[in-house]
C-alpha cells in the first residue's frame, strides 16, 4: 500500500473518530473553549468595524470641517477689520490729543470736525468738513491739524458742512513769516498740488534751507504762528527784488481725517 492511500486511510479514520466522541460528548470542554475564544474576538472585530467612519459620516465630517474653515476665515477677516478700525482710532485719537494741547497753549476757540470728502487733483485740492454754520463756522476760518500745523481756510460754508481750500491748491494764498534772523514775510501760494512756494522774500535777507516758516498773522482772520513748514530749496536770480522758497510741510493732505477749526483767538500782534 502506497504512502498517499495510507494517508487518506488516517484522515478518513481519524475524521470517524472526532464525530463519534462528539456525539459521545467526550469532546464538549474543548468545543466550549474553542467557541468562548473565537467568539470573544469577533466580538472584538466586530467593535472595531462599527467605531470606523461609514461613507455617509465621512462625508458629513469633510462638510463640518469645510464649514469649520469658512467659519475660521470669517472670524480671521473680522480680527483684521478690527486691528484696522483701531489703529485708525488710535491715529486719530493722537491727532486729537495734539490739537487740543496746541488750542490748550493759545487763546483760540476751535471746532473739532471729521474729514467727510475730499477733492485731490490739480485744478481743486479741497476737503469737505461734517461742520457748517450751525457748529460757529465761517468763511476764513483757518483750519489746523496736529500740533497746530496750518492746513487751509474755510472757502465755502453751509449749515451742516463746509469747504476747506488746501494750502497747496492753486488760488491758495496765505501771509507767511520766516523764523530767521530777519523774521522775513512772504506769501505762501499752492502750485497746482505739487509744492507750496513761498514768494516775496526780500532779495538781501538771508533765507536758508530748514528755516521754518509760519503764518504771519497780518490778515483779518488768520493767528500768527501757525506751522506751514519749513524751506526745502531757494530760489534766488540776480537783479530781482525777490527770492522764492520751496516749503514742504509735514502733513499728508490726502490722508487727512480729523482737523479742528480755529472760529476765534486773541491776537498777540
Avoid at 28 to 40: C, P, Q, R, W
Avoid at 106 to 111: E, K, L, P, R, S
Avoid at 132 to 144: C, E, F, R, Y
Avoid at 206 to 214: A, D, F, K, R, S
Amino acid at each position: 500500500m502506497n504512502r498517499y492511500i495510507r494517508t487518506i486511510i488516517s484522515i478518513f479514520i481519524t475524521v470517524i473518530l472526532v464525530i463519534i466522541l462528539h456525539y459521545l460528548g467526550v469532546l464538549k470542554s474543548g468545543e466550549d473553549f474553542i467557541k468562548k475564544t473565537v467568539f470573544s474576538g469577533s466580538s472584538k472585530l466586530y467593535q472595531i468595524s462599527i467605531m470606523l467612519p461609514s461613507g455617509k459620516e465621512t462625508f458629513e465630517s469633510v462638510e463640518k470641517l469645510e464649514e469649520a474653515y469658512i467659519s475660521l476665515k470669517k472670524n480671521q477677516s473680522y480680527i483684521l477689520n478690527q486691528e484696522s478700525e483701531y489703529l485708525e482710532l488710535k491715529n486719530e485719537n493722537k491727532s486729537l490729543r495734539e490739537q487740543l494741547s496746541f488750542v490748550n497753549r493759545n487763546n483760540y476757540t476751535t471746532v473739532g470736525t471729521d474729514v467727510i470728502g475730499k477733492q485731490i487733483d490739480p485744478i481743486n485740492r479741497i476737503i469737505t468738513l461734517n461742520k457748517g454754520t450751525s457748529s460757529g463756522i465761517s468763511l476764513q476760518n483757518p483750519v489746523i491739524t496736529n500740533d497746530g500745523v496750518f492746513v487751509g481756510v474755510i472757502s465755502l460754508v453751509n449749515e451742516h458742512d463746509s469747504i476747506v481750500r488746501l494750502i497747496n491748491d492753486n488760488e491758495s494764498r496765505v501771509a507767511a513769516m520766516l523764523l530767521n534772523q530777519n523774521r522775513s514775510i512772504g506769501m505762501i501760494e499752492g502750485g497746482f498740488g505739487l509744492t507750496i512756494r513761498m514768494s516775496f522774500i526780500p532779495q538781501q535777507e538771508i533765507v536758508e534751507i530748514g528755516n521754518i516758516v509760519t503764518t504771519s498773522g497780518l490778515e483779518q482772520y488768520m493767528p500768527p504762528g501757525l506751522v506751514i513748514g519749513e524751506v526745502a530749496s531757494v530760489e534766488k536770480e540776480p537783479f530781482e527784488p525777490f527770492q522764492r522758497a520751496i516749503i514742504t510741510t509735514p502733513i499728508v493732505y490726502e490722508k487727512l481725517h480729523v482737523v479742528s477749526v480755529i472760529t476765534n483767538y486773541e491776537n498777540s500782534l
